[in-house]
């Protein structure tokens, strides 16, 4: 708990970082990645380069400052970041060196504003904080059966051409079996070596764990909008060939739907975010599952829809299914009724039955459409505790803030 004579600092806090926090993380991550060029090994440098990892170390640091003694508020917060952290590899030993670089970044940029008191204040709240996080990846690890940063040779025993921007990969150990056992909507870590520096990706598992293999179906991130292409994205597809291995995380990720149970389960997706509800539904499908199940999800065309022939396979093979699929920019010879059912965005209220009021909602896709989605269901009257979003980043936090 922090102490009586560190609150009134933090709490005043609150309007300094939303005014100062961007400002506060770009120093924070300059100073400490050109004191120490060996954590970029940790970092997405894509993120580094667009500013994102900034804007969500912000949004945390603002987000814990203003609901530090709200703890069921923050709590499904830190234990998305548990995941992260465990995912990339983070150790007991990375802690001491982000508080010195925070607390360091924090005294430059508030300059005689961060008195000692204040400064004192930060690093008791950092350490109750990092003591938390620490502790629950520890758990973490164990539960995995994986030591922090620890990596399986993985072979690639199939690629398949999923549409015109995603492959799915297919992996086993070298000895031809199943990774382990995932629970569906989780993610792994994949490492390339990008010139001196090794990079690590998340990318969600797109299949049922009942299988011999894992699968992750990843979408080639083309330069747009003044963004640089993704680099490991177009590793994957140009460099990667059947036989080839790969360095492989064990699975984490909290956005994990309960698959027993009898009330609804509605998947809602958009774009690549349809990868983790794939693999739900294909799980559902291999355990013979009765639960009914609405899939919802909006692509471009037929062009940009991937994972169709899993699709195919379910609409045979499970009858609890509804299936409604929006295309956006239809081709021409895409079928409405047949490819599609609504053109255009998706839309939530043409579609949801009284029955699936009562079920449980996931979402996955670009941040603006789960946006819309997200508001699309609070205007249906689903109580927001019923809706869980895989999302890591600000938008993680804005109900927070």
């Known amino acids: 708990m922090l102490s009586t004579s560190a609150r009134p600092y933090i709490d005043a806090s609150v309007p300094v970082l939303r005014e100062h926090g961007i400002a506060i993380t770009r120093h924070f991550y300059s100073t400490m990645l050109g004191e120490m060029p060996e954590l970029k090994n940790l970092f997405n440098m894509g993120n580094q380069a667009n500013g994102a990892q900034q804007q969500s170390l912000a949004a945390a640091v603002f987000a814990y400052a203003a609901n530090i003694d709200n703890a069921s508020a923050i709590a499904p917060v ?33 300059g005689s504003a961060a008195t000692p008191a204040l400064l004192a204040a930060w690093d008791e709240a950092y350490w109750l904080l990092a003591g938390e996080l620490i502790a629950a990846e520890s758990r973490l690890y164990q539960r995995s ?13 199939k690629i ?38 090794r990079q690590l990706r998340q990318y969600s598992l797109s299949d049922a764990p009942q299988q011999p293999w894992w699968r992750i179906s990843v979408k080639r ?4 909008h003044n963004l640089p292409e993704g680099q490991i994205s177009t590793m994957l597809h140009e460099d990667i060939c059947v036989g080839d291995t790969l360095q492989v995380s064990a699975a984490y990720g909290d956005f994990a739907p309960t698959l027993a149970g009898e009330k609804p389960l509605v998947l809602i997706s958009g774009g690549i975010g349809i990868t983790p509800m794939m693999a739900v539904l294909n799980a559902l499908c291999h355990s013979e599952s009765r639960r009914p199940i609405l899939f919802l999800h909006a692509a471009r065309n037929s062009q940009h829809h991937a994972l169709r022939t899993d699709l195919a396979y379910a609409r045979t093979a499970y009858p609890q299914l509804r299936m409604v699929t929006a295309y956006e920019q239809p081709l021409a010879n895409d079928v409405l009724g047949e490819d599609y059912q609504q053109h255009g965005h998706l839309d939530l209220a043409s579609v949801l039955q009284e029955s699936d009021l009562a079920g449980d909602f996931y979402l996955c896709g670009p941040i603006a459409f789960m946006q819309a989605q997200w508001l699309a269901l609070l205007t249906a009257g689903i109580p927001p505790q019923r809706i869980h979003r895989e999302v890591f980043g600000p938008e993680l936090l804005d109900h927070l803030l």
């Open 78 to 110: 830190l234990e998305r970041i548990v995941h992260k952290h465990a995912s990339v590899g983070i150790k007991p030993a990375h802690y001491p060196i982000v508080g010195r670089y925070l607390l360091g970044a924090i005294a430059h940029v508030l």
């Open 160 to 197: 398949v051409n999923e549409s015109d921007n995603v492959m799915s990969f297919y992996l086993q150990t070298l000895d031809g079996k199943s990774p382990g056992d995932f629970k569906p909507g989780q993610y792994i870590s994949i490492a390339m070596q990008v010139g001196d520096l």
């Open 221 to 224: 991130e083309r330069a747009s």
């Open 145 to 157: 059966g994986f030591e922090a940063g620890e990596m399986m040779s993985l072979k690639v025993i």
